[in-house]
Nanobody, 115 residues
Framework: QLQLVESGGGLVQAGGSLRLSCAASRTIFRLDVMGWYRQAPGNQRELVADMTSGGRTNSADSVKGRFTISRDNAKNTVNLQMNSLKPEDTAVYYC?????????WGQGTQVTVSS
């Protein structure tokens, strides 16, 4: 069972920045895709950004130019640098890792952006 530990959420004013980090437990398997999803109250969980082990990225249009995803394959970590935050970015952010066709989720970290 892969375990994910997230950190870095919090409260920030609009226009500010936060950095989310996620560390996966040690595994002999390659972590195919690592990324971040978010879920605001009353909304469905949505992809924020993800990255394959080969470095290909995918991100939501709403965060392009503001959020940057990065990962360290040797350390099994994935980070999300969030700049120019907006109140509509407020949500619980979840780390997600896909391994051998299975998706594993972190416990979630709250990001709140005040106007």
């Amino acid at each position: 069972q892969l375990q994910l530990v997230e950190s870095g959420g919090g409260l920030v004013q609009a226009g500010g920045s936060l950095r989310l980090s996620c560390a996966a437990s040690r595994t002999i398997f390659r972590l195919d895709v690592m990324g971040w999803y978010r879920q605001a109250p009353g909304n469905q969980r949505e992809l924020v950004a993800d990255m394959t082990s080969g470095g290909r990225t995918n991100s939501a249009d709403s965060v392009k130019g503001r959020f940057t995803i990065s990962r360290d394959n040797a350390k099994n970590t994935v980070n999300l640098q969030m700049n120019s935050l907006k109140p509509e970015d407020t949500a619980v952010y979840y780390c997600a890792v896909k391994v051998l066709g299975n998706t594993y989720w972190g416990q979630g970290t709250q990001v709140t952006v005040s106007s």
